[in-house]
C-alpha cells in the first residue's frame, strides 16, 4: 500500500516524529486556524485538530484540516463518536481523504456535561475501538461497516489516544493492546509530568511486546505558570501531576515561570527520547504554539527529515 500519511513516513524511516495541536476557533475564522497552523510549518510532521474538545462548539476539525491541508501542511483530523453515528462518520472521513487528509486520530470524546451544551444529547453509536475497527476496514479491505464496497478507499494512517495514568493504572496496557488489535498505527498519549509511572507503563508494553505493533509518541504540554500545575494536578481528570513540577515552578519568580516551563519539557524529552518504544512526541502547547518549534530545536529535533 502506497504511503501517503507524512507521519507515517517519518515513522517507517526510523526517525522520532513530531506532531503538535491547533484548537480550531470559537466562530467562522479561517485566519485564526491558518495563523496557529503557520506558527508550527517546519517544525513538526503532523498538526492534530481538536474536535469540539472538552464538549464545547468550535469549527469542525474537518474545516480545519482542509484550511490547513490547503497550506501545504499536514493535518491530522481528530473525531469523537460523542457526536456524530457510523453513517456521518464514515462520510466525514471519505471528506477528509478526498480533500488530502491522510492521517486521522479516533477518540470517544468529553461527555457533554462537561462542556457548553450539556443539554446535548450523546450519541457513541460506536466507541473509540469500533472507529479504529471501521476506519481500518474502509481501508484495508475497502468495505463501509454495512458491508458494501467502496469506490476508492480512503488510506488513513490510523491514530488514538493512551493515558497511562488512569485508574486503575493495572488495566492501561491491557486498554492499550485492545486499540493494537483493532488495528491502530500510532499512539498519542496524554501530558506525561510523572517520568517514572509513564516508564513502568512502557514497560508493561514492552514486556507484551506491543511497541514493535504500534508506534507511541510521548505528550508534551509545556506548564506556563505554578498556577497551571496546581490547576492541572487538582482539577483536571486522569492527569498526574507529581509535587516536585509545582514546587519547581513555584520555586521561580513569576515571570520566570514560563521559560522554566519550557526547560522542563525540554528535559523531560531528552528523557523519554532514552526509552525503548517511544517512537516520538506528540506537543500540546495549549494556545501557545509559537512556542513549539523552540521546544523542538531546544530538544534536537531540528530540521526535521525530509521523506
Known sequence: MKTESRLEKVLASGNLAVTS??????????????????L????????????????VVRMSSLAACILIAQMGLDPILQMVTRDRNRLAMQSDILGAYAHGIHTMLCLSGDHPQFGDHPMAANVYDLDSIQLIQVVRAMRDEGKFQGGDD????????????????ADPFELRVARLAKKVKAGVDFIQTQCIYNLDKFERWMEGVR?????????ILAGITPMKSAGMAKYMKNRVPGMDVPDEVVKRLSGVPKEKQAEEGIRMAVEDMQRLKEVEGVSGF???????????PEIVERAGLLPRPVV
Open 207 to 215: 514486556d507484551r511486546g506491543l511497541h514493535e505493533q504500534v508506534y
Open 150 to 165: 467502496i469506490l476508492n478507499p480512503p488510506k488513513m494512517f490510523i491514530g488514538a489516544a493512551a493515558n497511562p495514568f
Open 282 to 292: 506528540h506537543i500540546m502547547a495549549i494556545e501557545w504554539e509559537q512556542k513549539v
Open 40 to 55: 508550527l510549518r517546519g517544525a513538526v510532521d503532523g498538526i492534530n485538530v481538536t474536535d469540539n474538545q472538552t464538549a
Open 21 to 38: 495541536e491547533c484548537g480550531p476557533p470559537r466562530g467562522a475564522v479561517p485566519e485564526k486556524v491558518k495563523e496557529k497552523a503557520e
